[in-house]
């Protein structure tokens, strides 16, 4: 599994996206999302046939671009509300997407939270 940061932000375009596009294409197309193409997140991108995805993000002093081919099978793009640009992802589910396995038919745990704590005033 992928460790990153907390602070780093996983976006998924819902949109499928020509792999010819380079830095500056995939750059423009994240300015069109309103989100800060120099904020260090994790911006991804599928090719129509699926098979194909790139990863756009800035790093200190330039950017860099992850590129993945699937010899066999496909990236399984989970469905993104008509109304939303992208899908916020966490880095499981971009391990598994990365894997061509289709998260969106896993079910999670429901995680332990702590108890809410009143003020006694």
Do not use: C
Request: charged share 30%.
């Amino acid at each position: 599994m992928l460790t990153l940061p907390r602070g780093v932000r996983i976006y998924l375009a819902r949109e499928p996206v020509d792999m010819r596009k380079g830095i500056d294409g995939l750059s423009a197309l994240v300015r069109q999302f309103g989100e800060d193409v120099f904020s260090g997140h994790l911006f991804v991108f599928i090719s129509k046939r699926g098979d194909r995805l790139k990863i756009l993000t800035w790093d200190t002093g330039g950017f860099v671009v992850f590129y993945k081919r699937l010899e066999k099978g496909t990236f399984k793009r989970p469905k993104i509300a008509a109304a939303d640009a992208t899908l916020r992802l966490d880095a499981a589910q971009l391990t598994l997407l990365l894997e061509g396995i289709d998260f969106s038919r896993l079910r999670r745990p429901k995680l332990w939270q702590p108890p809410e704590t009143r003020n006694a005033s």
